[in-house]
Protein backbone atom coordinates (compact mmCIF):
# COMPACT_ATOMS: atom_id res chain seq x y z
CA UNK A 1 0.00 0.00 0.00
CA UNK A 2 0.81 3.73 -0.70
CA UNK A 3 0.48 6.79 -2.45
CA UNK A 4 2.17 6.02 -5.84
CA UNK A 5 4.85 8.47 -5.02
CA UNK A 6 7.73 5.17 -5.64
CA UNK A 7 7.04 5.89 -9.51
CA UNK A 8 8.05 9.86 -9.13
CA UNK A 9 9.95 9.62 -12.65
CA UNK A 10 6.46 8.24 -14.58
CA UNK A 11 4.68 10.94 -12.09
CA UNK A 12 6.89 13.69 -13.83
CA UNK A 13 6.72 12.84 -17.00
CA UNK A 14 3.36 12.06 -17.90
CA UNK A 15 2.44 14.95 -15.69
CA UNK A 16 4.28 17.42 -17.51
CA UNK A 17 4.21 16.04 -20.64
CA UNK A 18 0.46 16.25 -20.96
CA UNK A 19 0.93 20.01 -19.85
CA UNK A 20 3.38 20.85 -21.95
CA UNK A 21 1.09 19.25 -25.55
CA UNK A 22 -2.20 20.94 -24.48
CA UNK A 23 0.32 24.32 -23.71
CA UNK A 24 1.62 23.97 -26.96
CA UNK A 25 -1.74 23.69 -29.03
CA UNK A 26 -3.37 26.71 -26.38
CA UNK A 27 0.29 28.79 -27.93
CA UNK A 28 0.36 27.40 -31.25
CA UNK A 29 -3.84 28.58 -32.04
CA UNK A 30 -2.69 31.86 -30.82
CA UNK A 31 0.23 32.00 -33.07
CA UNK A 32 -1.72 31.04 -36.36
CA UNK A 33 -4.67 33.91 -35.20
CA UNK A 34 -1.40 36.48 -35.49
CA UNK A 35 -0.34 35.83 -38.64
CA UNK A 36 0.04 39.01 -39.93
CA UNK A 37 2.37 40.17 -36.71
CA UNK A 38 5.19 39.01 -37.15
CA UNK A 39 6.89 40.34 -33.90
CA UNK A 40 3.96 39.45 -32.20
CA UNK A 41 4.26 35.39 -33.59
CA UNK A 42 8.55 36.01 -32.61
CA UNK A 43 7.49 36.29 -28.73
CA UNK A 44 5.19 33.62 -29.04
CA UNK A 45 8.02 31.25 -30.00
CA UNK A 46 10.32 33.13 -27.38
CA UNK A 47 8.02 32.03 -24.74
CA UNK A 48 7.52 28.11 -25.86
CA UNK A 49 11.61 27.57 -24.48
CA UNK A 50 10.00 27.07 -21.14
CA UNK A 51 7.29 24.46 -23.00
CA UNK A 52 10.47 22.45 -24.29
CA UNK A 53 12.31 22.77 -21.22
CA UNK A 54 9.83 21.63 -19.35
CA UNK A 55 9.29 18.76 -21.63
CA UNK A 56 13.02 18.21 -21.27
CA UNK A 57 12.56 17.62 -17.77
CA UNK A 58 10.09 15.40 -18.34
CA UNK A 59 12.30 13.09 -20.76
CA UNK A 60 15.07 12.84 -18.18
CA UNK A 61 12.39 12.01 -15.39
CA UNK A 62 11.37 8.90 -17.75
CA UNK A 63 15.21 7.98 -18.28
CA UNK A 64 15.59 7.88 -14.74
CA UNK A 65 12.46 5.46 -14.49
CA UNK A 66 14.58 3.04 -16.76
CA UNK A 67 17.42 2.94 -14.77
CA UNK A 68 20.15 4.20 -17.46
CA UNK A 69 19.30 6.43 -20.23
CA UNK A 70 21.31 3.98 -23.00
CA UNK A 71 17.74 1.84 -22.00
CA UNK A 72 15.88 4.55 -23.67
CA UNK A 73 16.84 3.65 -26.78
CA UNK A 74 16.32 -0.48 -26.33
CA UNK A 75 12.55 0.74 -25.42
CA UNK A 76 12.51 1.74 -29.53
CA UNK A 77 13.12 -2.16 -30.33
CA UNK A 78 8.91 -2.68 -30.18
CA UNK A 79 7.62 0.03 -31.72
CA UNK A 80 4.03 -1.04 -33.55
CA UNK A 81 3.97 -3.88 -30.83
CA UNK A 82 4.77 -2.66 -27.96
CA UNK A 83 2.35 0.67 -26.15
CA UNK A 84 5.75 1.42 -24.15
CA UNK A 85 8.01 1.81 -27.56
CA UNK A 86 4.75 3.62 -28.84
CA UNK A 87 4.69 5.57 -26.47
CA UNK A 88 8.48 6.48 -26.49
CA UNK A 89 8.21 6.77 -30.09
CA UNK A 90 5.36 8.79 -30.11
CA UNK A 91 7.11 11.10 -27.37
CA UNK A 92 10.03 11.56 -29.33
CA UNK A 93 8.72 12.65 -32.17
CA UNK A 94 6.36 15.00 -30.44
CA UNK A 95 9.52 16.24 -29.21
CA UNK A 96 11.62 16.61 -33.02
CA UNK A 97 8.48 18.03 -34.39
CA UNK A 98 7.68 20.41 -31.76
CA UNK A 99 10.83 21.77 -30.90
CA UNK A 100 12.38 21.81 -35.01
CA UNK A 101 9.87 24.43 -35.71
CA UNK A 102 10.44 26.29 -32.78
CA UNK A 103 14.08 27.08 -32.96
CA UNK A 104 14.17 27.25 -36.45
CA UNK A 105 10.87 29.89 -36.01
CA UNK A 106 13.38 31.46 -34.01
CA UNK A 107 15.91 32.26 -35.90
CA UNK A 108 13.88 33.45 -38.57
CA UNK A 109 14.54 30.15 -40.93
CA UNK A 110 11.39 28.74 -40.99
CA UNK A 111 9.36 29.20 -44.32
CA UNK A 112 6.21 31.40 -44.11
CA UNK A 113 3.95 28.69 -45.87
CA UNK A 114 5.43 25.60 -44.08
CA UNK A 115 5.15 27.17 -40.49
CA UNK A 116 1.93 26.85 -40.00
CA UNK A 117 1.67 23.52 -41.47
CA UNK A 118 4.68 22.16 -39.42
CA UNK A 119 3.05 23.81 -36.45
CA UNK A 120 -0.24 22.07 -37.08
CA UNK A 121 1.62 18.87 -36.89
CA UNK A 122 3.33 19.37 -34.01
CA UNK A 123 -0.08 20.29 -32.08
CA UNK A 124 -1.37 16.75 -33.64
CA UNK A 125 1.36 14.96 -32.31
CA UNK A 126 0.60 16.48 -28.95
CA UNK A 127 -2.23 14.71 -28.71
CA UNK A 128 -1.36 11.48 -30.29
CA UNK A 129 1.90 11.55 -27.77
CA UNK A 130 -0.39 12.15 -25.03
CA UNK A 131 -3.08 9.16 -25.74
CA UNK A 132 0.22 7.06 -26.39
CA UNK A 133 0.97 7.67 -22.53
CA UNK A 134 -2.44 6.12 -21.95
CA UNK A 135 -2.18 2.79 -23.87
CA UNK A 136 0.74 1.89 -21.95
CA UNK A 137 -1.93 1.57 -19.03
CA UNK A 138 -4.61 -0.69 -21.04
CA UNK A 139 -3.45 -3.66 -19.24
CA UNK A 140 -6.11 -6.19 -18.84
CA UNK A 141 -4.22 -7.60 -15.88
CA UNK A 142 -4.89 -4.35 -14.11
CA UNK A 143 -8.11 -3.61 -13.51
CA UNK A 144 -7.39 -0.24 -11.84
CA UNK A 145 -5.98 0.78 -14.70
CA UNK A 146 -7.81 -1.03 -17.78
CA UNK A 147 -10.98 1.77 -17.75
CA UNK A 148 -11.96 4.50 -19.57
CA UNK A 149 -10.63 7.00 -16.67
CA UNK A 150 -7.03 6.62 -17.03
CA UNK A 151 -7.77 8.16 -20.56
CA UNK A 152 -9.96 10.47 -19.53
CA UNK A 153 -7.76 11.57 -16.92
CA UNK A 154 -4.85 11.56 -19.09
CA UNK A 155 -6.22 14.02 -21.61
CA UNK A 156 -7.77 15.64 -18.43
CA UNK A 157 -4.75 16.97 -17.20
CA UNK A 158 -3.54 18.17 -20.55
CA UNK A 159 -6.96 20.09 -20.79
CA UNK A 160 -6.10 21.72 -17.44
CA UNK A 161 -3.02 22.48 -17.17
CA UNK A 162 -2.16 22.86 -20.82
CA UNK A 163 -4.72 26.41 -21.02
CA UNK A 164 -3.12 27.62 -17.81
CA UNK A 165 0.51 26.89 -18.97
CA UNK A 166 -0.08 28.91 -22.76
CA UNK A 167 -1.72 31.82 -20.80
CA UNK A 168 0.96 32.04 -18.84
CA UNK A 169 3.61 32.37 -21.26
CA UNK A 170 1.97 34.65 -23.41
CA UNK A 171 1.47 36.63 -20.56
CA UNK A 172 5.07 36.12 -20.18
CA UNK A 173 5.40 38.11 -23.50
CA UNK A 174 2.19 40.31 -23.57
CA UNK A 175 0.04 38.95 -26.19
CA UNK A 176 -3.34 38.82 -26.10
CA UNK A 177 -5.27 36.18 -26.14
CA UNK A 178 -9.15 34.86 -25.67
CA UNK A 179 -8.18 34.37 -22.17
CA UNK A 180 -11.89 33.77 -20.88
CA UNK A 181 -12.00 30.86 -23.84
CA UNK A 182 -8.99 29.22 -22.55
CA UNK A 183 -9.70 29.35 -19.29
CA UNK A 184 -13.68 27.67 -19.73
CA UNK A 185 -11.52 25.14 -21.45
CA UNK A 186 -10.14 24.51 -17.91
CA UNK A 187 -13.04 24.70 -15.95
CA UNK A 188 -15.01 22.26 -17.57
CA UNK A 189 -11.98 20.16 -17.67
CA UNK A 190 -11.80 20.39 -13.78
CA UNK A 191 -15.81 19.58 -13.37
CA UNK A 192 -15.16 16.58 -15.52
CA UNK A 193 -12.06 15.41 -13.40
CA UNK A 194 -14.25 15.63 -10.23
CA UNK A 195 -16.76 13.56 -11.98
CA UNK A 196 -14.10 10.75 -13.00
CA UNK A 197 -13.32 11.09 -9.56
CA UNK A 198 -16.77 10.13 -7.92
CA UNK A 199 -17.35 7.40 -10.53
CA UNK A 200 -14.04 6.06 -10.03
CA UNK A 201 -14.69 5.51 -6.24
CA UNK A 202 -17.65 4.05 -7.23
CA UNK A 203 -15.88 1.46 -9.43
CA UNK A 204 -12.73 0.99 -7.15
CA UNK A 205 -15.64 -0.11 -4.06
CA UNK A 206 -16.76 -2.67 -6.61
CA UNK A 207 -13.49 -4.00 -7.30
CA UNK A 208 -11.83 -6.71 -4.87
CA UNK A 209 -10.43 -10.13 -4.04
CA UNK A 210 -11.68 -12.45 -1.17
CA UNK A 211 -8.68 -11.05 0.82
CA UNK A 212 -8.33 -7.57 -0.50
CA UNK A 213 -10.84 -4.27 -1.56
CA UNK A 214 -8.80 -2.38 -4.40
CA UNK A 215 -9.60 1.06 -1.90
CA UNK A 216 -7.41 -0.46 0.63
CA UNK A 217 -4.44 0.31 -1.33
CA UNK A 218 -4.51 3.87 -0.60
CA UNK A 219 -6.67 4.37 2.27
CA UNK A 220 -6.22 7.88 2.05
CA UNK A 221 -7.81 7.64 -1.48
CA UNK A 222 -10.65 9.97 -0.65
CA UNK A 223 -8.61 12.34 1.18
CA UNK A 224 -6.05 13.11 -1.41
CA UNK A 225 -8.01 12.94 -4.16
CA UNK A 226 -10.20 15.97 -2.41
CA UNK A 227 -6.80 17.84 -1.69
CA UNK A 228 -6.15 17.51 -5.67
CA UNK A 229 -9.34 18.91 -6.44
CA UNK A 230 -8.44 21.70 -4.14
CA UNK A 231 -5.50 22.47 -5.20
CA UNK A 232 -6.57 22.12 -8.77
CA UNK A 233 -9.44 24.56 -8.15
CA UNK A 234 -7.31 27.33 -6.39
CA UNK A 235 -4.61 27.16 -8.84
CA UNK A 236 -7.11 28.05 -11.73
CA UNK A 237 -8.56 30.25 -9.20
CA UNK A 238 -5.60 32.38 -9.47
CA UNK A 239 -6.72 32.92 -13.25
CA UNK A 240 -10.46 33.24 -13.31
CA UNK A 241 -10.23 35.60 -10.51
CA UNK A 242 -8.82 38.96 -12.12
CA UNK A 243 -10.70 37.78 -15.26
CA UNK A 244 -14.04 38.23 -12.96
CA UNK A 245 -12.79 41.53 -12.36
CA UNK A 246 -12.19 42.48 -15.99
CA UNK A 247 -8.61 42.59 -15.20
CA UNK A 248 -5.44 41.00 -16.70
CA UNK A 249 -3.82 38.39 -14.76
CA UNK A 250 -0.42 39.09 -13.59
CA UNK A 251 2.58 36.91 -14.51
CA UNK A 252 2.98 36.18 -10.96
CA UNK A 253 -0.45 35.19 -10.23
CA UNK A 254 -0.46 32.56 -13.14
CA UNK A 255 2.66 31.03 -12.88
CA UNK A 256 1.38 30.20 -8.69
CA UNK A 257 -1.58 28.91 -10.11
CA UNK A 258 0.08 26.61 -12.32
CA UNK A 259 2.81 25.45 -9.87
CA UNK A 260 -1.12 24.47 -7.66
CA UNK A 261 -2.43 22.94 -10.72
CA UNK A 262 0.71 20.81 -10.98
CA UNK A 263 1.14 19.98 -7.90
CA UNK A 264 -2.60 18.74 -7.75
CA UNK A 265 -2.09 17.01 -10.67
CA UNK A 266 1.00 15.14 -8.89
CA UNK A 267 -1.26 14.27 -6.21
CA UNK A 268 -3.54 12.54 -8.96
CA UNK A 269 -1.10 10.43 -10.78
CA UNK A 270 0.62 9.42 -7.48
CA UNK A 271 -2.36 7.77 -6.16
CA UNK A 272 -3.11 6.48 -10.00
CA UNK A 273 0.72 4.57 -9.67
CA UNK A 274 -0.19 3.51 -6.19
CA UNK A 275 -3.52 1.82 -7.26
CA UNK A 276 -1.85 -0.66 -9.40
CA UNK A 277 -3.20 -4.48 -8.67
CA UNK A 278 -2.66 -7.56 -10.90
CA UNK A 279 -5.42 -10.00 -11.46
CA UNK A 280 -4.69 -13.26 -9.93
CA UNK A 281 -2.59 -12.23 -7.00
CA UNK A 282 -4.58 -9.60 -5.35
CA UNK A 283 -8.11 -8.78 -7.45
CA UNK A 284 -11.01 -10.36 -8.70
CA UNK A 285 -14.07 -7.85 -10.27
Not at 128 to 138: D, G, I, P
Request: aromatic letters at 10%; charged letters at 10%.
Amino acid sequence: MGNGWHEWPLVLFTVLGQCVAGGVIGTGLVWMTNEGDRRGQLHIVRSQFFLWLLMGVGFVASMMHLGSPLRAFNSLNRIGASALSNEIAAGSLFFAIGGIWWLLSWLGKMPSGLGRIWLLISMVSGVLFVWAMTRVYQIETVPTWHNGYTTASFFLTMLIGGPLLAALLLRLVGMRFPASRFAAISAIALLASAAVVMMQSMQLGETHSSVQQATALIPDYGLLQALRLLLLALGLGCWYCPLVLRRQPRVSSLLVGFVLVVAGELIGRGLFYGLHMTVGVAVAG
